[in-house]
């Protein structure tokens, strides 16, 4: 339907473009005026077109630079998600895709044991986020330790942690794998508080959050967890580890095949072989 060699734009054209900073119409332009000219379409569809094209392009942009800035650590999405593999029941995770409860501002607990699918659910969730227009930030515990740390020193923690509640979900990752700093537990509960019934945090722990006065001084513990849990969804993960049982069956890796297969000599570096 579109030909495939429109002619180039007009070199003012283009240019125009260039300088009004419309480097979506300008990309697509050639081909759609192509197209118009062949199947004579209304100089308003002309404009819709172009236009469209331009919004399609900001919005691509906008998600890849709200991608970015989020810090996710793997970059894994639902698209790599198997429902069935997770202990939480199909509702609830078809419920939590739904991200209402971003747009209500509650939160998300998720905790249970070592793999079974809390950061990927956390990362996943953090991902449609994005794509649905929102601002993202990941923080792992000790991540928030060292920028408490770093801006204690000038006094602007009040303000960073303010610049961090401004994102519509903000996810601490891992809680209770390490030993909690000071730091950190001053981290979560200025954030937490920070974050409270104005943004959503979600969290995913080894611990319940009952237990996390075990991991900080009991009275920041109580003060963090009273307000997380106040809004909060709670999601107990449970059974088997998914890398523990991708592990056994072979999964977590591809197989090794020797380089240099094909004299079926094993790979050994040129170096080696000059030396041997
Ligand atoms: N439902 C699922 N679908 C697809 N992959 C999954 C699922 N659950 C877990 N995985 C995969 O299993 C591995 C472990 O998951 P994940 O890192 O989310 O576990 P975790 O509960 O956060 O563990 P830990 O407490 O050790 O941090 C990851 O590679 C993840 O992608
Ligand atoms: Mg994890």
Redesign the pocket.
Known sequence: MIPSSAPPLPEDVDSLLRTLRLPHIRRAAPEVLATAKAQRWDPAEVLRALLTEERRGRDRSSTAIRRTAAGFPTG?TFA????A??SIPAPTQAALRTLEWVHRRENLVVC?P????????LEALGAAVVEAGMRVAWFTLEGLGAIVRRHRVDDTITKVVGRIVRSDLIVVD?IG?LPVSGDAAEGLFRLVDAAYERRSVAI?S?LHPAGFDELMPKTLATATVDRLLHHAHLCV?GGDS??LA?ASAGLGVVPLTPTGADDGRPAVPSSARRRG
């Open positions: 894994k790599a998600w198997r429902e593999d997770s249970g070592s793999g079974t699918g809390k950061t990927m659910l891992d794998l995913s080894n993960t998914v890398r991708q």
